[in-house]
């Protein structure tokens, strides 16, 4: 099992950065396929961005695809998620979660085993 803690989040105007970073208990991190996901007041919970172990893969939604970049650091069991040019519709609370399986299909939800509580995200235009 994996405890997942994030940090990071906070207010910023349009066109701001932040990186949320989310850091992992146990030995078995770098085993994991890790994903970013958000959600937004009366909104579904939806992918950001997921990362593969090994070689690290990436993958991105359409929305944020040249703004944000996910990364991971096996050795400091810390996932990241570098968020540039952001925009009003990027607020949400961010959650990072892991699978311990790695899922067909990146951005579901379901098929995630482990969540954090999340991190808010403010941008105002």
């Known amino acids: 099992q994996v405890q997942l803690v994030e940090s990071g989040g906070g207010s910023v105007q349009a066109g701001g950065s932040l990186r949320l970073s989310c850091a992992a208990s146990?030995?078995?991190?770098?085993?994991?396929?890790m994903g970013w996901f958000r959600q937004a007041p009366g909104k579904e919970r939806e992918g950001v961005a997921g990362?593969?172990?090994?070689?690290?893969?990436?993958y991105y939604a359409d929305s944020v695809l040249g703004r944000f970049t996910i990364s991971r650091d096996n050795a400091k069991n810390t996932l990241y998620l570098q968020m540039n040019s952001l925009k009003p519709e990027d607020t949400a609370m961010y959650y990072c979660?892991?699978?311990?399986?790695?899922?067909?299909?990146?951005?579901?939800?379901?098929?995630?085993?482990?969540w954090g509580q999340g991190t808010q995200v403010t941008v105002s235009s």
């Open positions: 146990g030995d078995t991190y770098s085993t994991y396929f």
């Open positions: 979660a892991a699978a311990v399986r790695p899922p067909r299909l990146w951005y579901i939800v379901q098929l995630y085993n482990y």
């Open positions: 990362i593969s172990t090994g070689s690290g893969i990436t």
